[in-house]
């Protein structure tokens, strides 16, 4: 399983953080992973019956659930019960990974050196940190920064005033001007008298052929990444939270938002200023009018419009029959 290269992990045993908890196997926790990914010495977690066909198929050692939820994982994988399942996970997920609920400063910051990547063309008062790896011919603009450990592909073009963190990108990626890519996204459980910040250790990846335009903000994943498929295409201030899935070839006008956890297909349109709720599943070649507010999930094919969102015969049928009123 490849190594979260972003944020440093503590190597513990399960045991060591439930001491009092009935635990059969004392494992030493590879990694917290979301139900389809968890393998053998993975902790994993459900918290809504929305995931039940991906629980039931998980390789995990250990699963966070709720008494209520814990028929869908299965008898082979042992069981966490708990009352509020994101909070124990961010609980967990801090001690793991202690520095993933704030985006400290990168003190590794440099100027870049020139003769390391010999390739490369770099505009004024760039930064870059430990262990950045830049593609042949990509070009840096003036005042931007790209944090330790990011990958870029190769003939990247990344504009002025570009901040770059926790992220993959692939070959001739364009991230246009002031754009924000790999921060933490918004995340915190609310208790009475404090709100429990949950911790990402995701990342963002990029795929191919992807351009970004001024102003978007991609937040990396909280558990899971944040993915971008190829030749897609993002129009200004275009804001996708953590963990959202966008496939390949799709086209988004902008001011679109995203909530987390949403999964869009391939081929899909999305109109200007709408906005699409969390943990949705968006087909593929789906069309979406804007300023329309999606609520629930959308098969493919379809074209939607409205809020909340309906589909194309609908919403005229509806306003005829208001213009009619």
Not at 18 to 29: A, D, H, R, W
Not at 235 to 252: L, Y
């Amino acid at each position: 399983m490849q190594k979260n290269i972003f944020f440093k992990k503590k190597n513990i045993k399960i045991r060591t953080i439930y001491p009092t908890k009935n635990i059969k196997k004392n494992f030493l926790i590879n990694d917290i992973q979301p139900l389809e990914k968890a393998k053998i010495n993975d902790v994993t977690f459900l918290d809504s019956s929305k995931y039940a066909l991906a629980a039931s198929k998980t390789k995990g050692s250990l699963c966070i659930t709720t008494k209520k939820l814990q028929n869908f994982v299965p008898n082979s994988i042992e069981k966490l019960i708990v009352d509020n399942v994101l909070l124990e996970l961010a609980k967990l997920i801090k001690k793991i990974y202690p520095s993933a609920d704030i985006d400290y400063p990168d003190l590794s910051l440099q100027k870049p050196d020139v003769k390391k990547y010999k390739s490369v063309k770099f505009g004024n008062n760039v930064l870059v940190g430990r262990n950045v790896k830049l593609g042949k011919n990509t070009i840096i603009g003036s005042n931007t920064i790209i944090e330790q450990n990011v990958i870029m592909g190769k003939d990247c073009v990344v504009g002025s005033n570009v901040i770059v963190k926790n992220t993959l990108l692939g070959n001739r990626v364009v991230l246009q001007d002031n754009c924000k890519i790999g921060q933490k996204g918004f995340g915190f459980i609310p208790l009475t008298n404090k709100n429990i910040k949950f911790p990402h250790i995701g990342k963002v990846f990029i795929d191919d052929d992807v351009e970004i335009a001024t102003g978007c903000t991609i937040d990396r994943g909280s558990v899971d990444d944040t993915i971008i498929g190829k030749n897609s295409y993002l129009d200004n201030q275009v804001h996708i939270a953590h963990n959202v899935k966008i496939g390949k070839n799709c086209m988004i006008a902008g001011q679109v938002g995203f909530a987390g956890s949403s999964t869009i297909g391939n081929n899909v349109s999305i109109g200007g200023q709408s906005g699409i709720s969390g943990h949705l599943n968006i087909g593929n070649n789906v069309k979406i009018g804007g300023g329309s507010g999606v609520v629930k999930d959308v098969k493919d094919n379809e074209i939607v419009m409205g809020y909340p969102a309906v589909s194309l015969k609908k919403f005229i049928k509806k306003n005829k029959d208001t213009d009619n009123d």
